[in-house]
């Protein structure tokens, strides 16, 4: 490289996902660094690592060249000076959490949160002494109202099932005036389509099994932003609770990123035509969808993934309606290639623990899309034919 080159910041988001400095032997995918440990070639190497005079690989609990290869290109999408890949997207939650909360404090959470964040939050967080209360994050006067003595303002834009928007520049603002930090769950959106941080935003967390691996292949997490953030991060919940990010999972991570603005744009096209054309069928009472709202909240998005849900007359069966589904399948998750369904009411019957969609009042005649890529004709078809065969 030439000394003026642009830096990594200044490339689209497509260049810097597709562009890599040299790797050994001129190799033009990372390699995948398989191993457990590093060793050193002597005493005072392993001295200069260990007290921290040199920051080199030492365990792959801490530090992978493979996992650092998607934490740097992360990081560049969200403009964040650092981040840290995990396990999978509730670890990355837990870490983020636990390097701010800890005995005797209290989080202030928007509601309708995704479910096992709930479930953290009502299950592990009070044995820890830490208290969480819920609010309609979407409503500034009752998140300003709510923040006094809060340490952390966790926040999602939109939030999950129901998609309810958040203006969180301002959101952050006030969270800083009172002295609390804030989390956001990016995984909707992807720093495509909007980047936390530099709204104010301290931490981002994405499940980076959704859109940023977008093959339905790996469970993944990542954290990203300041480098004091991070390393508040790395000094205790990540490396103690031991959620590591593996090599293979890394890989297939910088292998998905390559594609992610094409299939974002897919993504976007295809559930904006599908949401349009359920919110002029007979049998839909709303479609929650951000590309619908007004709420200002709206404004530091500046694209809209194909997860979204709608709302179905009483007179529809819900299970018969999923069930008549060829091309949406019926599961979890969201973000891979292939289009999903999960009905809330499905949802609502999950045993394991609190549940967030009971909580908040979710209606059961609620119906979550993940549109995938497959040909939207195709997908409006199958769609279609299924209600047309749902009426009670």
Same mark, same amino acid.
């Given at each position: 490289?030439?000394?003026?080159?642009?830096?990594?910041?200044a490339?689209?988001?497509?260049?810097?996902?597709?562009?890599?400095?040299?790797?050994?032997?001129?190799?033009?995918?990372?390699?995948i660094?398989?191993? /457990?440990?590093?060793?050193?070639a002597?005493?005072?190497?392993?001295?200069?690592?260990?007290?921290?005079?040199?920051?080199?690989?030492?365990?792959?609990?801490?530090?992978?060249p493979?996992?650092?290869?998607?934490?740097?290109?992360?990081?560049?999408?969200?403009?964040?000076?650092?981040?840290?890949?995990?396990?999978?997207g #509730?670890?990355?939650?837990?870490?983020?959490?636990?390097?701010?909360?800890?005995?005797?404090?209290?989080?202030?959470?928007?509601?309708?949160?995704?479910?096992?964040?709930?479930?953290?939050?009502?299950?592990?967080?009070?044995?820890?002494?830490?208290?969480?209360?819920?609010?309609?994050?979407?409503?500034?006067?009752?998140?300003?109202?709510?923040?006094?003595?809060?340490?952390?303002?966790?926040?999602?834009?939109?939030?999950?099932?129901?998609?309810?928007?958040?203006?969180?520049?301002?959101?952050?603002?006030?969270?800083?005036?009172?002295?609390?930090?804030?989390?956001?769950?990016?995984?909707?959106?992807?720093?495509?389509?909007?980047?936390?941080?530099?709204?104010?935003?301290?931490?981002?967390?994405?499940?980076?099994s959704?859109?940023?691996?977008?093959? /339905?292949?790996?469970?993944?997490?990542?954290?990203?932003?300041?480098?004091?953030?991070?390393?508040?991060?790395?000094?205790?919940?990540?490396?103690?609770?031991?959620?590591?990010?593996?090599?293979?999972?890394?890989?297939?991570?910088?292998?998905? #990123?390559?594609?992610?603005?094409?299939?974002?744009?897919?993504?976007?096209?295809?559930?904006l035509?599908?949401?349009?054309?359920l919110?002029?069928?007979p049998?839909?009472?709303?479609?929650?969808?951000?590309?619908?709202?007004?709420?200002?909240?709206g404004?530091t998005?500046?694209?809209?993934?194909?997860?979204?849900?709608?709302?179905?007359e009483?007179?529809?069966?819900?299970?018969?309606?999923?069930?008549?589904?060829?091309?949406?399948?019926?599961g979890?998750?969201?973000?891979g290639?292939?289009?999903?369904v999960?009905?809330?009411?499905? /949802?609502?019957?999950?045993?394991?623990?609190?549940?967030? #969609? /009971?909580?908040?009042?979710?209606?059961?005649?609620?119906?979550r899309?993940?549109?995938?890529?497959?040909?939207?004709?195709?997908?409006?078809?199958?769609?279609?034919?299924?209600?047309?065969?749902?009426?009670?």
């Amino acid at each position: 490289m030439t000394d003026d080159f642009p830096a990594p910041e200044a490339y689209a988001a497509s260049t810097t996902l597709a562009h890599d400095d040299s790797f050994p032997a001129g190799a033009v995918v990372p390699p995948i660094y398989q191993t /457990s440990l590093f060793t050193f070639a002597s005493y005072a190497e392993m001295e200069a690592a260990f007290s921290g005079q040199v920051k080199r690989p030492i365990y792959s609990r801490g530090d992978n060249p493979t996992v650092q290869e998607f934490e740097r290109k992360v990081a560049a999408l969200e403009g964040a000076e650092a981040a840290r890949g995990t396990a999978s997207g #509730m670890a990355a939650i837990s870490s983020a959490v636990l390097s701010i909360a800890g005995s005797g404090d209290r989080i202030l959470c928007t509601r309708h949160v995704y479910g096992d964040a709930y479930r953290l939050f009502e299950k592990l967080m009070p044995r820890l002494g830490i208290t969480v209360d819920y609010v309609d994050a979407g409503d500034l006067a009752a998140v300003e109202a709510a923040l006094p003595g809060a340490k952390l303002l966790y926040l999602e834009n939109p939030t999950s099932m129901m998609f309810e928007l958040q203006e969180i520049g301002r959101l952050a603002a006030l969270a800083k005036a009172h002295g609390a930090a804030t989390i956001i769950d990016n995984s909707w959106a992807t720093p495509l389509f909007q980047q936390p941080i530099r709204h104010g935003v301290d931490l981002v967390v994405h499940s980076a099994s959704k859109y940023l691996s977008g093959h /339905s292949d790996t469970v993944a997490g990542v954290i990203a932003g300041s480098a004091e953030r991070i390393a508040r991060v790395n000094d205790l919940a990540y490396p103690y609770l031991g959620g590591k990010l593996s090599p293979f999972e890394a890989w297939l991570l910088v292998r998905g #990123m390559r594609t992610l603005p094409l299939r974002m744009r897919q993504h976007q096209e295809s559930g904006l035509a599908i949401a349009r054309r359920l919110a002029d069928h007979p049998l839909v009472t709303r479609v929650l969808h951000p590309a619908f709202s007004n709420h200002p909240g709206g404004a530091t998005l500046t694209g809209h993934s194909g997860l979204f849900s709608f709302e179905v007359e009483e007179t529809v069966d819900v299970p018969r309606l999923v069930d008549a589904l060829r091309l949406f399948k019926l599961g979890v998750s969201w973000g891979g290639h292939e289009s999903l369904v999960v009905p809330a009411r499905a /949802s609502l019957r999950q045993a394991q623990g609190p549940n967030s #969609m /009971s909580a908040f009042g979710v209606t059961p005649r609620i119906v979550r899309l993940a549109v995938g890529l497959e040909d939207t004709e195709d997908l409006w078809a199958d769609l279609e034919r299924a209600l047309a065969g749902s009426v009670n």
